[in-house]
């Protein structure tokens, strides 16, 4: 674990923890940090669906690592994650959050070339999570519905079914 990047961070308010689980998903994505990235998770029992012009579904933790994270943590990427709004009762362990996303990304060591390819998206997460035995706010389910983008969708697809194109 990284001192700059920690898994959990014991200051924060029950709201900002809520959310800190979606930010260590991303920021695991930009940092290449495995570790991070499944601290943001709630084991195995877990997705992640993609909205576009198709639905794409992962189920489980290790798919959403081999079809998700193994493809965009070693890519020169940034997520900028804004407009959060966290719903939770009181004193309840189930919680829902709302945020906008902005996403850039690049093959990798070619983020700080100005004529390297890029793909950016834009979208919004819809986040359902839960608090776990020790207290830490974790993802069951994470949506991400892209409502635009720009630049070469070629560069986040899977080299074999570029290949194929």
Known sequence: MSDMYPHYLPSLSERDA????????TIGCDHNDTELFN????????????????????????DIRKNLFELVGPMDTT?????????????????TLTAVSTAQHCPPGMGRDPTGPKYTTGGEY?????????????IKKLVLRIVWTQGDPSVIQPKSEAASK
């Open 126 to 138: 819809s986040v359902d999570l839960i608090k776990d035995d020790s207290g830490v706010w974790r």
């Open 39 to 62: 601290s943001a998770w709630a084991g195995e029992d877990v997705s992640f669906e993609i909205h576009n012009d198709n639905k794409i579904v992962m189920s489980g933790l290790s």
């Open 18 to 25: 809520i959310a800190d689980a979606l930010y260590r998903t």
């Open 79 to 95: 997520h900028n994650t804004t407009t959060v709004r966290v719903n939770l009762k009181d004193g309840a362990d189930i919680a």
